[in-house]
């Protein structure tokens, strides 16, 4: 079984960024997962966004731990850092790195299996550290890697492809991002990039812990009637709460929205997330009213998508203000700083005697 | 937009832009495929289906597919489709009786041909295995028409020529040369023939009445009959100083011959500046390595004598202000100018003549004395009475003249068997898929980022040693082999199935140049502007599918720049695009033949 890599030349037409960059430049490796996975379109939409919010490819970070969505790191921004966890554990390395260079951004890519079994406790961590980092999760409820068990998201009375009947509760990342204080929480679905990326952006501009939980379908083994993360069901069952736009810093204000129909919010870099209504009045700022909606649309057997909560401002106690981080890299500090010296370390020392 | 119909036989066909192009529709695709695998007799009958004469054409058509060609869009250059035809042609085998068979029985029903140039040849070459008897009356001592005698043999030698005439006189043509037709009623009247084709050409070269015309006139020569002195060895020299007048494909074989005759310092005098020249691109780069000099905006105003003598012409000096898109907007004459010459060639063009058909036969003239002829079926307003090639609708090139016979030929055997001509077979398109497993495709899809062969030539110090030496040496198979993976493989068509489409996105992700979007539709318009890249060129189709199943939005396929690469239909998850290859059935006399034959009632 052998294949193509996807030919280097392009559209004559592609716009390029303030970089001078086309999106093509933000590809990575070509994608080793089943054709038609969701965790594929998850993995151009975050290129698309990284092009628009014209990254340096050698200031973002791409973590991720094990599973099918792990892999997802490899196939975008190949000029970025990388570090492919041990199961689970991505959120440790993420606050490592992060510790040590808070100038670089971090896009930790996680899985159902990955984030809600084996790593939940690491997850749950790294939002009580209101870590700086965009985390994602490529749900599809199933364990793709060995076959399509239930994972930890699938829902009571899904069915697997076999016919097995699913009958434990899922955990919601959601519901547990809002329970334990994270200041971005978002939902969104492989198949809607116009909702996706803009997501993904005010995600990566965002001081704090964002997480999005994206509903990625398994072609493979979660795609069939009776599933409820398949392709079919969630088109069906999604219900958006607000559309959000991301709008850059720079980028002057081209549309102008009738009062009452769209609400800005300044991110801390001076750029915006406008928040436009869909069916319902919803408040992304009210983190009670949000969980209470994302509980009331899952008793219904659907979907809440779209920016669910949102804090501006990071909460209080965002990691690198809580623990006084340096603001220059370790790697960019003079050694005279970074090591105390003999007299240094034993007055450090002499404070536990 | 409605939802794309691609059961229209021109749908597919179209986005094989240099079948497209081409007017008698070869299959390029599958020949470059054929030498890519170095079976080069199958590439050369894929061609000869079509084109007739493989090895002429694939050193001297006009090839309107390689500007059509997609490759040009994508890169800058497109395939070298031309040179490749003739690496087929140089490099095949024996033909070892795989040229059509004639049948021992005739159909009794005789045709005649006048001129045997290459639209007679081709309706020699459809119409003798369907049993019919061909006769054709060339005025020359030589069969090939303009091919022989306006294409110098350092472009194309007599040998090809000779192999290629050869082929159809060999299925049995009788060829009555140096017989002039001198009028066409006593041909009607007295000949016995079921049907007649008029192939005789353009045979008259534009004269350019000025000042000193008639008294310069044994050093002023008409291009196309000049060459024509020169084929047939009744010319051997040209004086040192020559001048063309006119800048077309004619022109460049004027001055090319000229410096193999003696001259050392032969000017090509444009009246327009470059952008309005009428030779092709290569014709010109081939001219003006030789170092021929190219003079812009001179319009001829006199020809110069003195003693009796031509010594030179004098010319207007032309200025013209053009548009942003390169139009002329006013010209005016800036001053006068005296070039030196001892000959002058005028290569302004050519005409058909008929002064052999009697104006009362039946056959209408039009207000500028060129027959009146029905641009499908090549049947003037006599019936039985065919017209093709440059005779039909003044000069054009080797290759329309081809189609013009195909086409010619389907009317005449309707004509013969009493079936109304207009009604003919349809073209017909048929797809197959190229799917041989999980990423295994039988046609190689990788794009190939190889810029594109050049030909190599014989020296400039070798090459005018001799009047016949053939400049362009051809590509050898492993440059063939090279050039070949150039092709696209455009007829390998993206075909889709909405219904089985889940919308996942994975194609229009994976496509490297970005020709797939899934969106709402809506006017073809404003549908262009919002697409994954704009498609701004709107000589190429857009693909719209039916609704998709679940959300009822369309998918948009661009064509403009599809590299065919197949990753799309790799990375359907639900087989809903497809790589299937189209097969164009552009129908010949024979094909034609087959579809009466079956609608014939069947006797046991």
């Given at each position: 079984m052998t294949y193509i890599t996807k030919p280097k030349l392009t559209h004559p037409s592609l716009p390029q960024n303030a970089l001078g960059m086309t999106r093509r430049a933000y590809e990575g490796a070509l994608s080793t997962l089943c054709a038609g996975c969701g965790h594929d379109s998850v993995t151009a939409a975050i290129v698309e966004a990284c092009w628009r919010l014209a990254l340096e490819p050698q200031n973002l970070v791409k973590l991720s731990g094990i599973g099918c969505s792990s892999k997802t790191t490899a196939y975008f921004v190949s000029g970025a850092h990388g570090f492919n966890a041990v199961h689970g554990r991505m959120p440790s390395i993420a606050t490592g790195a992060n510790a040590a260079n808070r100038r670089l951004a971090y896009i930790g890519i996680s899985g159902d299996g990955d984030t809600l079994s084996i790593?939940?406790?690491?997850?749950?961590?790294?939002?009580?550290?209101?870590?700086?980092?965009?985390?994602?999760?490529?749900?599809?409820?199933?364990?793709?890697?060995?076959?399509?068990?239930?994972?930890?998201?699938?829902?009571?009375?899904?069915?697997?492809?076999?016919?097995?009947?699913?009958?434990?509760?899922?955990?919601?990342?959601?519901?547990?991002?809002?329970?334990?204080?994270?200041?971005?929480?978002?939902?969104?679905?492989?198949?809607?990039?116009?909702?996706?990326?803009?997501?993904?952006?005010?995600?990566?501009?965002?001081?704090?812990?964002?997480?999005?939980?994206?509903?990625?379908?398994?072609?493979?083994?979660?795609?069939?009637?009776?599933?409820?993360?398949?392709?079919?069901?969630?088109?069906?069952?999604?219900?958006?709460?607000v559309q959000a736009d991301f709008v850059p810093r720079e980028a002057p204000i081209l549309v102008e929205y009738a009062p009452g129909e769209a609400r800005e919010i300044a991110l801390h870099d001076g750029s915006r997330v406008v928040l436009r209504k869909a069916a319902e009045a919803y408040d992304p700022t009210n983190r009670e009213a949000a969980g209470a909606a994302v509980k009331a649309r899952m008793a219904a057997g659907e979907y809440l998508t779209g920016l669910i909560y949102l804090d501006p401002e990071g909460g209080s106690g965002e990691f690198h203000a809580l623990n006084g981080t340096p603001q220059e890299p370790l790697n960019a500090l003079p050694f005279e700083s970074l090591c105390p010296g003999s007299t240094g370390l034993h007055k450090v020392l002499g404070r536990y005697r | 937009m409605d939802a794309t119909d691609t059961s229209h036989p021109d749908y597919y066909h179209r986005v094989v832009d240099c079948q497209w192009a081409c007017p008698a529709h070869t299959d390029v695709p599958e020949y470059i495929r054929l030498i890519a695998q170095g079976r080069y007799t199958d590439a050369y009958l894929v061609n000869r289906q079509s084109n007739v004469f493989p090895g002429i054409l694939g050193r001297v058509c006009d090839r309107p597919c390689e500007p059509a060609c997609r490759r040009g869009r994508v890169e800058e250059k497109p395939v070298a489709i031309c040179r490749l035809k003739r690496v087929a042609a140089d490099l095949r085998e024996d033909l070892d009786g795989r040229l059509p068979k004639i049948p021992q029985l005739k159909n009794?029903?005789?045709?005649?041909?006048?001129?045997?140039?290459?639209?007679?040849?081709?309706?020699?070459?459809?119409?003798?295995?369907?049993?019919?008897e061909v006769t054709i009356f060339e005025r020359y001592g030589l069969p090939g028409g303009l091919m022989r005698s306006n294409i110098p043999s350092f472009r194309l030698p007599e040998?090809?020529?000779?192999?290629?005439?050869?082929?159809?006189?060999?299925?049995g043509v009788d060829l009555r040369l140096g017989t002039p037709v001198e009028s066409l009623r006593a041909m009607l009247e007295q000949g016995g023939f079921d049907a007649v084709f008029v192939g005789s050409g353009a045979p008259k070269g534009k004269e350019l009445t000025l000042p000193g015309r008639e008294a310069a006139s044994a050093n002023v020569h008409i291009g196309i009959s000049w060459l024509e002195s020169v084929a047939f060895g009744h010319t051997e020299r040209i004086g040192e100083r020559v001048l063309i007048i006119g800048v077309g494909n004619t022109a460049m074989d004027c001055c090319r011959t000229s410096l193999r005759l003696g001259a050392s310092e032969v000017k090509v005098m444009a009246r327009k500046p470059r952008g309005f020249f009428k030779a092709s691109p290569w014709e010109l780069e081939d001219a003006e390595e030789e170092r021929v000099e190219i003079i812009v905006n001179r319009s001829p105003k006199a020809f110069v004598v003195q003693n009796g003598r031509l010594t030179g012409m004098r010319f207007e000096c032309m200025e013209y202000e053009l548009d942003a898109r390169g139009r002329i907007l006013s010209e005016r004459v800036s001053g006068e100018e005296f070039l030196p010459a001892d000959d002058v060639i005028l290569a302004i063009g050519q005409e058909n003549a008929f002064p052999w058909i009697e104006r009362d036969l039946g056959i209408e003239f039009d207000r500028w004395d060129v027959p009146v002829v029905d641009a499908q079926t090549f049947q003037s307003t006599r019936a039985g009475v065919f017209f093709g090639g440059d005779a039909a609708f003044g000069p054009k090139n080797i290759i329309w003249a081809v189609e013009h016979g195909h086409q010619a030929a389907i009317s005449i055997h309707r004509?013969?068997?009493?079936?109304?001509?207009?009604?003919?077979?349809?073209?017909?398109?048929?797809?197959?898929?190229?799917?041989?497993?999980?990423?295994?495709?039988?046609?190689?899809?990788?794009?190939?980022?190889?810029?594109?062969?050049?030909v190599p030539h014989v020296s400039l110090k070798e090459r005018f040693k001799k009047l016949d030496i053939e400049v362009e040496l051809g590509f050898s198979a492993e440059q063939a082999a090279e050039e070949a993976q150039r092709c696209l493989n455009c007829d390998v068509q993206t075909v889709f199935a909405a219904k089985l489409c889940i919308e996942c996105d994975a194609c229009m992700d994976i496509c490297p140049v970005d020709c797939l979007t899934i969106t709402g539709n809506g006017p073809e318009a404003e549908l262009r502007t919002r697409l994954k890249a704009s498609a701004t060129n709107v000589a190429q189709p857009l693909y719209v599918s039916g609704a998709l199943p679940q959300t009822g939005r369309v998918m948009v396929k661009d064509e403009d720049l599809c590299v065919h690469c197949g990753l799309c239909a790799e990375r359907c998850p639900t087989a809903a695009w497809d790589m299937q290859k189209s097969h164009v059935h552009w129908p010949h006399a024979a094909d034609e033949a087959a579809a009466l034959e079956a609608r014939k009632p069947k006797i046991a």
């Open positions: 790593g939940l406790g690491q997850f749950c961590h790294a939002i009580r550290r209101n870590l700086d980092m965009l985390y994602m999760i490529e749900n599809n409820g199933v364990y793709g890697l060995t076959k399509g068990q239930f994972s930890a998201s699938a829902d009571i009375g899904s069915r697997a492809k076999k016919g097995e009947v699913n009958r434990q509760p899922p955990i919601d990342p959601v519901l547990l991002a809002l329970d334990l204080g994270a200041t971005f929480v978002a939902r969104g679905f492989s198949g809607d990039k116009q909702q996706l990326v803009p997501l993904i952006e005010a995600g990566l501009q965002h001081r704090g812990f964002a997480l999005i939980d994206i509903l990625s379908p398994c072609v493979t083994f979660n795609d069939h009637e009776g599933s409820t993360k398949s392709y079919a069901y969630t088109r069906e069952h999604d219900e958006p709460a | 009794g029903k005789r045709i005649a041909c006048i001129g045997a140039g290459c639209a007679s040849l081709t309706v020699a070459n459809d119409l003798l295995p369907l049993g019919y040998r090809v020529l000779d192999e290629e005439i050869g082929m159809i006189l060999g299925m004509h013969c068997q009493g079936e109304p001509i207009a009604e003919r077979t349809a073209p017909q398109v048929t797809l197959h898929s190229r799917k041989m497993g999980m990423h295994e495709w039988s046609y190689a899809n990788d794009y190939a980022p190889i810029e594109r062969r050049l």
